[in-house]
């Protein structure tokens, strides 16, 4: 493995801290699959050793990033990596470059009043959603290694210790540049930012001084990340300035979450009574988010500039969201009465609770006459509600030029059938905490491939029951 630390060379964008080793460690988890990709080969022993802070291989120099960050409206000037290290920057077989992140690995001089650690339950959540993302080919960060421990960790009941490597191109965030910015260190900003461009995007080199194509590129990546988060129906949870990664990742999971049945307001944060966060409220808080990115570039790029960016925000989203909706519904053309098909469609999910993932899937299986499929009628308390509805898109897909197994197999290569529902998930934490780590590996097998009909696992693939309702995901982690 070819390590090439630039990040903890930046004095002052950070603090060397060493570790704090959890107790008692025990490997849960590899992704040897994704370690492959980067170039990385361990022993299980490394991985585990790595991963609890025990050990550090030679060329590791763990550093702890210092950022800021909006936080649910309000300002906090000084954040940072409270409970997770850098511990350095792979250099992959493919010439990229990939930060190694250890979450959990204890206190750093940004740990406030926390205690640096990370439990199994919200650990093994991000392990979980980071893959199950990937997998549905939306941006995100990506899980290497889970251990566990007997350590206790005190949340809300004592819980047991955990930790994640996790890998990313670059965990920067939009809160690092605000830090700076409002420590009244803008000079820093620059450096930052080239450190961005020679580490990730040599493209833009080509254009000194100008930061501006580069706030585009954020901008742009930001719309289309939310657009794919909307389209397949998850709910980040917590989308403060300090957990928006300026590549355009899903970063940071906490107590996120994927519909169940239709709700466009659905709040999956139990720590947000307001719904700040809510799922409709994700497009408008991007752009909200960019707009306090573009004041801490503001001494680097024109206004005008940073503007003409942040004005193709909603177009960008708007396009990306309209066009993978037109996938899921399993039409090629555009026609003028779509719009009203879609926001008709919507408005009787929501009237009817019904369950977002399984009304996609299962809608491609509609012939162009006859009964409904009965897993699809299973869907509607009321069938007679949708006759109208079923009516015109029938009508609707009648003017296309595919077949309807043609559009079968094309909706079910963007409608997935397995999402990492809240149950599912909660199952599998309840199960690893017992030491078994069974359930996990199903659900990452299922949701390694998604689109895929997977026999005997039907039961995956079901909407939520009763219990998960009462389910609380709250911010504690
Ligand atoms: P989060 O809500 O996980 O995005 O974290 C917000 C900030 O709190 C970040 O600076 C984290 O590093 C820090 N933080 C969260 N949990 C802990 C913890 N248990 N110990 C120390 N810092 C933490
Ligand atoms: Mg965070």
Not at 21 to 44: H, M, Q, T
Not at 98 to 104: A, C, F, R, T, V
Not at 304 to 320: A, I, N
Request: charged share 25%.
């Amino acid at each position: 493995m070819i390590l090439d630390n630039r990040y903890a060379g930046l004095e002052w964008a950070g603090t060397r801290t060493e570790p704090d080793p959890l107790k008692a460690p025990r490997l849960l988890l590899v992704n040897y699959d994704l370690a492959g990709e980067l170039g990385i080969s361990l022993d299980d022993r490394q991985w585990r050793d790595i991963t609890s802070g025990e050990r550090l291989l030679p060329d590791m120099t763990p550093f702890a990033q210092v950022y800021a960050g909006h936080q649910f409206g309000g300002f906090s000037p000084r954040l940072g990596d409270g409970r997770a290290l850098l511990l350095g920057e792979v250099v992959t077989p493919g010439g990229e470059r990939w930060d190694l992140h250890l979450k959990g690995a204890g206190k750093t001089p940004y740990s406030r009043f926390g205690d640096g650690r990370a439990v199994l339950r919200s650990s093994l959540r991000e392990y979980l959603a980071s893959e199950a993302l990937h997998h549905l080919a939306i941006p995100t960060t990506r899980a290497l290694c889970l251990v566990g421990s007997d350590e206790p960790v005190y949340r809300e009941q004592v819980e047991a210790g955990a930790a994640l490597l996790r890998a990313a191109p670059s965990h920067l965030r939009f809160g690092h540049f605000e830090y700076f910015y409002y420590s009244s260190q803008s000079e820093r900003i620059p450096e930052l930012l080239d450190y961005l461009i020679d580490t990730q995007w040599p493209d833009l080199k080509q254009q000194p001084q100008d930061y501006g194509a580069l706030f585009d590129r954020v901008v742009t990546r930001t719309a289309g990340l939310i657009a794919q988060w909307q389209a397949v129906g998850f709910c980040h949870g917590v989308m403060n300035t300090d957990n928006m990664s300026m590549l355009g990742l899903t970063l940071d999971y906490g107590p996120y979450g994927f519909l169940d049945a239709y709700d466009p307001g659905h709040i999956c944060n139990h720590s947000d009574p307001a719904g700040r966060y809510a799922y409709d409220q994700q497009p408008a808080v991007g752009l909200w988010n960019l707009q306090r990115l573009a004041q801490a570039l503001s001494g680097h790029i024109e206004l005008d500039v940073l503007q003409q960016s942040l004005g193709k925000y909603e177009h960008k989203l708007l396009t990306t969201y309209s066009e993978l909706m037109r996938q899921k519904l399993g039409l090629e053309q555009w026609h003028e009465g779509d719009p009203a098909l879609f926001r008709d469609m919507f408005s009787l999910m929501s009237e009817h609770n019904v369950d977002y993932t399984c009304w996609f899937r299962r809608l491609a299986l509609l012939e162009a006459e006859g009964e409904l499929p009965p897993s699809l009628a299973a869907l509607l308390p009321e069938p007679a509600a949708w006759q109208d509805w079923f009516a015109r898109y029938r009508a609707r897909l009648a003017q296309e030029e595919r077949t309807f197994a043609e559009r079968r197999t094309a909706m079910d290569a963007v409608n997935p059938k397995y999402v990492l529902r809240n149950h599912l998930a909660q199952n599998a934490i309840e199960r690893a905490e017992r030491g078994d780590m069974a359930e996990a590996d199903i659900l990452l097998q299922l949701l390694a491939r998604p689109f895929d009909e997977q026999p005997g696992f039907d039961a995956y693939a079901e909407p939520a029951p009763e219990w998960a309702a009462s389910l609380c995901i709250s911010c504690s982690s």
